[in-house]
């Protein structure tokens, strides 16, 4: 399995809602990552996963919530999004904290998110 | 703060061109660049560049570092319309894992 798998693939919620998304990988990869990108933007990296532990935190709100439950699994839940969040988020994972040459970070197809 | 800036922004060409896209950065702790495609969603990984001069190929497209001139390149030639995309540089800095991408290239190929 060489694949990043998110869920859903797209998602619709409202200001009040609580919400997760969910990012699964079965490579054995044990750094994984967030990543925010607007619409004809780049992506923005928002957390960073090292063996389970929460690595970086780019200054991102508390309404964004990461968790990494075990090291194939990954879950975002938010809580009190305002519309300018709406995006797609991407997750990403490599071995270990430096990517392979010949794999890169391997980054799942994405979360479209809509606040409304 | 790190920077990573790409050129042109967007680039519409015939098929069977060769086109050159640019990347410079500058970035604190430098460790990597790397390219990617991106269609759709998922961007795909292309190439890993780590030490400057060593050209990297895989069937049409290539790619070179330059690590004292703080720039790379990636060229595909003969291109095709399936290689229509936005294509992003990114770079890695030692230590933190922190990939700081460019505002990317799209690229149009006209059939």
Redesign the interface.
């Known amino acids: 399995d060489t694949e990043v798998t998110q869920t859903p693939k797209h998602l619709v919620m409202g200001m009040t809602n609580k919400k997760s998304l969910k990012c699964e990988q079965h490579m054995g990869h044990r750094a994984m990552y967030w990543y925010k990108q607007k619409a004809k933007k780049p992506p923005e990296l928002m957390f960073v996963y090292s063996y389970e532990k929460l690595s970086i935190n780019e200054s991102v709100p508390s309404r964004f919530s990461p968790e990494c439950p075990n090291s194939s699994l990954l879950n975002l839940h938010l809580h009190a999004l305002q519309p300018e969040d709406s995006a797609l988020y991407l997750c990403a994972s490599s071995q270990g904290g430096t990517p392979s040459p010949n794999y890169g970070y391997t980054f799942g197809s994405g979360t479209r998110l809509t606040v409304v | 703060e790190d920077k990573v800036v790409q050129s042109p922004l967007s680039l519409v060409v015939h098929e069977g061109d060769t086109v050159t896209l640019n990347c410079s950065y500058e970035v604190t702790n430098f460790?990597?660049l790397?390219w990617?495609k991106q269609e759709k969603?998922?961007?795909?990984?292309l190439?890993?560049l780590?030490s400057s001069g060593i050209e990297k190929k895989s069937g049409r497209l290539s790619s070179i570092l330059d690590k004292k001139e703080l720039f790379s390149i990636l060229n595909i030639t003969a291109t095709q319309t399936g290689d229509s995309a936005v294509y992003?540089c990114?770079a890695?800095n030692f230590g933190?894992?922190?990939?700081?991408?460019?505002?990317?290239t799209r690229l149009t190929i006209i059939p």
């Not at chain 2, 969603?41 to 990984?45: D, G, I, L, N, V």
């Not at chain 2, 894992?97 to 460019?102: I, S």
Request: charged share 15%; proline share 4%; aromatic share 16%.
């Open positions: 460790r990597s790397l990617y969603k998922a961007p795909t990984f190439f890993m780590t992003l990114a890695l933190n894992e922190k990939l700081t991408f460019g505002t990317g």
